[in-house]
């Protein structure tokens, strides 16, 4: 993953999907050989010179001043994450060397682990950068029982959703949620260009699935912070759940995900179900051992 590349394959994504209608530029003559806007075009809209603009795609963002960078990301109409994402390229093509960077620890501390086995009739799970599952409370191992039959550990949610057959039943919207996690996948390679086991994950998946070479070529980028997620649980049927995304200022990279139905829903009743066999489940596991004695 050149940073050169990955500066130039972003921002002519980002330019292919705009269109003059989109920007109120007027359009001359009816033919163009480009999808989108033309570099020339950008550089209008961002109030620089085709040439700057030219340099800037091409990698070369040696000196590039954050107003730049803002007056391009308005002309491109990007979101907060887009946005983030081109200054994390940006600011790593700047290095000039791989910036010394903590790994990414997969130890959850302990008074994390007990705030979220706190957290009870609700799904909570801490997670990484790559979405990896670190660490689950007990309903939230029974909401995503179908990834922890992966003998890989942790359970890593992008690797499940292409590589798992059992995926797309499991998650009722499954296109949108295999582009969310690419999303969010990619724009932690833009944080964490140096993470090797994240490097080594992509090159695995797009070794072993075209949908997940497709969706990483997009360079399309997500804050994974809320929204409502469709699950189809092989236990207790379809259940739709709104979801929170905490950060742990103190563990980088660690966030708390908490999963909750609207109160009187079905899908309420279903997570109180969950719970129920979950619990049922834990009593199990802890007499097995008295039976055998």
Do not use: C
Request: aromatic fraction near 8%; charged fraction near 30%.
């Amino acid at each position: 993953m050149g940073e050169p590349n990955e500066i130039r394959e972003f921002l002519t994504t980002r330019r292919a999907r705009l269109s003059l209608q989109q920007t109120g530029l007027p359009a001359y003559g009816r033919h163009r050989r480009v999808s989108g806007l033309r570099r020339e075009e950008v550089a209008l809209l961002a109030g620089i010179s085709v040439e700057y603009y030219t340099r800037l795609e091409r990698g070369s963002a040696r000196g590039v001043s954050e107003d730049i960078l803002e007056a391009v990301s308005r002309a491109l109409q990007f979101d907060e994450a887009e946005h983030a994402h081109l200054l994390d390229l940006i600011r790593t093509a700047n290095a000039g060397r791989p910036p010394h960077r903590p790994s990414m620890s997969s130890l959850v501390r302990p008074s994390v682990r007990r705030i979220v086995d706190a957290m009870s009739g609700l799904p909570a799970m801490v997670r990484n950068g790559r979405l990896d599952i670190l660490y689950a409370n007990a309903l939230g191992q029974a909401l995503y029982s179908e990834h922890f039959r992966d003998p890989v550990r942790p359970p890593i949610s992008v690797r499940f959703a292409f590589l798992d057959p059992r995926a797309r039943t499991f998650y009722a919207d499954w296109e949108t949620t295999a582009h969310d996690l690419v999303a969010a996948l990619r724009g932690e390679a833009g944080r964490n260009p140096y993470d090797r086991a994240l490097s080594e994950l992509v090159g695995t998946l797009s070794t072993r699935s075209e949908e997940f070479r497709i969706e990483w070529a997009r360079h399309d980028v997500w804050f994974h912070r809320s929204g409502t997620k469709r699950l189809r649980h092989p236990l207790v049927g379809e259940l739709t759940l709104l979801y929170e995304v905490l950060d742990l200022p103190a563990d980088p990279g660690q966030t708390v995900a908490i999963y909750s139905a609207e109160p009187g829903s079905a899908s309420e009743e279903a997570l109180r179900e969950l719970d129920r066999w979950s619990a049922t489940r834990a009593r199990l596991a802890v007499a097995r051992p008295e039976a055998r004695g």
